[in-house]
T-cell receptor
Framework: GENVGLHLPTLSVQEGDNSIINCAYS??????FIWYKQESGKGPQFIID?????DKRQGQRVTVLLNKTVKHLSLQIAATQPGDSAVYFC????????????FGTGTRLQVTL | GAVVSQHPSRVICKSGTSVKIECRSL??????MFWYRQFPKQSLMLMAT?????????EQGVEKDKFLINHASLTLSTLTVTSAHPEDSSFYIC??????????????FGPGTRLTVL
């Protein structure tokens, strides 16, 4: 059932600083991970992904780190901008399971000027 | 490319009525579509997986007779919330994957439909 009264953790950062958003995933069998950005009233938007045979992947201003030992993912955003303000979700899946995604609880990123 | 649309974006209905939400892949053929529900300040919860031409697979706890899913073509899936009640008020999001797209595993999400049941 739903977690009534659940509040999203919030990360506040100043514009220009780096942001680090963390996620603990649940299934040790998961082998593909994705970070999504969701703005208010919109659907999730793909940011970056990583497979379990890697521990780091870089994109434009974003880096994802994967620690399989402790089942932990992080998303690093460099030089955070006001447009980065959103809720960020990690998602996990197992290749071959029809791409079913399990989403984490999410973190709200607030960028202050 | 890889655009998914949903219609309507917002709907308000009276308790007891049924509401249909459409999910379309605009520039690719979606072999599989997914339906999610998202309550305020919460994560996305998968409701069901829909494959073209076959019955949807529902997640545990989701009533298949209440949430009717039809994936009649490779570009369209519909979710009908039957006999809606205020507790069904939520943000419904669909996503799609297609074998013709280069990144096979990537789900492309629609913009969501806000359902409010009075």
């Amino acid at each position: 059932g739903e977690n009534v009264g659940l509040h999203l953790p919030t990360l506040s950062v100043q514009e220009g600083d780096n942001s680090i958003i963390n996620c603990a995933y649940s299934n040790s069998a998961s082998d593909y991970f994705i970070w999504y950005k969701q703005e208010s009233g919109k659907g999730p938007q793909f940011i970056i992904d990583i497979r379990s045979n890697m521990d780091k992947r870089q994109g434009q201003r974003v880096t994802v780190l994967l620690n399989k030992t402790v089942k932990h993912l992080s998303l690093q955003i460099a030089a955070t901008q006001p447009g980065d303000s959103a809720v960020y979700f990690c998602a996990e899946t197992i290749t071959g399971t029809a791409s079913k995604l399990t989403f984490g609880t999410g973190t709200r990123l607030q960028v202050t000027l | 490319g890889a655009v998914v649309s949903q219609h309507p974006s917002r709907v308000i209905c009276k308790s007891g009525t049924s509401v249909k939400i459409e999910c379309r892949s605009l520039d690719f053929q979606a072999t599989t579509m997914f339906w999610y529900r998202q309550f305020p300040k919460q994560s996305l919860m998968l409701m069901a997986t829909s494959n073209e031409g076959s019955k949807a697979t529902y997640e545990q706890g989701v009533e298949k007779d209440k949430f009717l899913i039809n994936h009649a073509s490779l570009t369209l899936s519909t979710l009908t919330v039957t006999s809606a009640h205020p507790e069904d008020s939520s943000f419904y999001i669909c996503s799609a994957i297609g074998g013709g797209h280069p990144t096979y595993n990537e789900q492309f999400f629609g913009p969501g439909t806000r359902l409010t049941v009075l």
